[in-house]
């Protein structure tokens, strides 16, 4: 039985490349919905509304009760917990101007997108208690102790991630308990999720989360990374971009049925195409 899962934030409204996401995913025998609202600055409870009204719309039902992340949070400190004790996170100081800054100096680790700045500080409960911090995987150590990440695509293809995907990530960050890559491991664990469908963009994400996956010893799903849907001429859709929402569709008398049943075979509205693999 091949169980997969909606996981949109409630940051925005949804937009046609969320719908196309709903409707390859619900072709699974179940389908979960998994509200992933754990960044503060950006979540908003009306836009959890939005995303019910939407799915209702397109006629796209869910299995089981709907995970709220915001309400787990407790699951994501143990698994921190366990990579806290095997020594593969350290904790991180560094200001968003702090990396900024010493990525442009002369010494900064390429590609990881962080220079490795807390990396190897002797560990310091004082400073730890009195300082704002985040968790950073050693992505390091963490590849020397799994291996670089493969992952299996639905169409049988694997793939291998280069280690510059993976870099320090954020698995707990200052103002939210667990980042998404930490909870979305958890998550898709403790709710048996077998294939993960989501846009080609989040590519990166996998090689992380696959690691994560290796690191706490949990099942490996298929992965299914579809193209990402796009305005006709080659721009992307923006949550910021307000006309492809699919709220805005259905004031202007668009059948959201209609819409899903189009997208299931491939069929995009006129103005927009998929890009190319
Ligand atoms: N919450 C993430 C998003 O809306 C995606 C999640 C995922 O499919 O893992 O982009």
């Given at each position: 039985m091949r169980v997969s899962r909606f996981a949109p934030s409630p940051t925005g409204r949804?937009?046609?490349?969320?719908?196309?996401?709903?409707?390859?995913?619900?072709?699974?025998?179940?389908?979960?919905?998994?509200?992933?609202?754990?960044?503060?600055?950006?979540?908003?409870?009306?836009?959890?509304?939005?995303?019910?009204?939407?799915?209702?719309?397109?006629?796209?039902?869910?299995?089981?009760?709907?995970?709220?992340?915001?309400?787990?949070?407790?699951?994501?400190?143990?698994?921190?917990?366990?990579?806290?004790?095997?020594?593969?996170?350290?904790?991180?100081?560094?200001?968003?101007?702090?990396?900024?800054?010493?990525?442009?100096?002369?010494?900064?680790?390429?590609?990881?997108?962080?220079p490795g700045t807390c990396r190897g500080l002797a560990d310091d409960p004082e400073r730890r208690a009195a300082t704002p911090h985040s968790w950073r995987l050693d992505g390091g150590k963490a590849i020397a102790r799994a291996g670089l990440p493969v992952w299996q695509e639905a169409d049988g293809t694997s793939f291998a991630s280069a280690p510059d995907q993976i870099g320090d990530a954020v698995l707990a960050r200052k103002d939210a308990p667990s980042s998404y890559h930490l909870a979305c491991v958890v998550d898709d664990a403790a709710t048996g999720v077998t294939l993960v469908v989501r846009g080609a963009d989040l590519r990166p994400s996998t090689s992380v989360q696959r690691l994560l996956q290796v690191l706490l010893g949990l099942p490996e799903p298929t992965y299914l990374h579809h193209p990402l849907v796009m305005h006709a001429d080659g721009r992307r859709l923006a949550k910021r971009d307000q006309a492809p929402t699919l709220a805005a569709m259905r004031v202007a008398g668009i059948d959201g049925r209609e819409l899903a049943e189009k997208l299931r075979t491939g069929l995009l509205p006129y103005g927009f195409r998929l890009a190319e693999a």
């Open positions: 949804l937009h046609l490349g969320h719908a196309y996401s709903a409707v390859l995913g619900r072709r699974a025998d179940r389908w979960l919905l998994r509200i992933e609202d754990l960044d503060p600055g950006r979540s908003r409870p009306e836009f959890v509304g939005g995303i019910m009204e939407d799915l209702a719309w397109l006629g796209l039902e869910h299995d089981g009760p709907t995970l709220v992340q915001s309400q787990r949070t407790a699951l994501y400190a143990a698994a921190l917990k366990q990579l806290r004790a095997e020594s593969l996170v350290y904790p991180c100081f560094c200001t968003r101007a702090d990396i900024a800054a010493s990525l442009t100096a002369p010494h900064g680790d390429a590609g990881s997108g962080y």
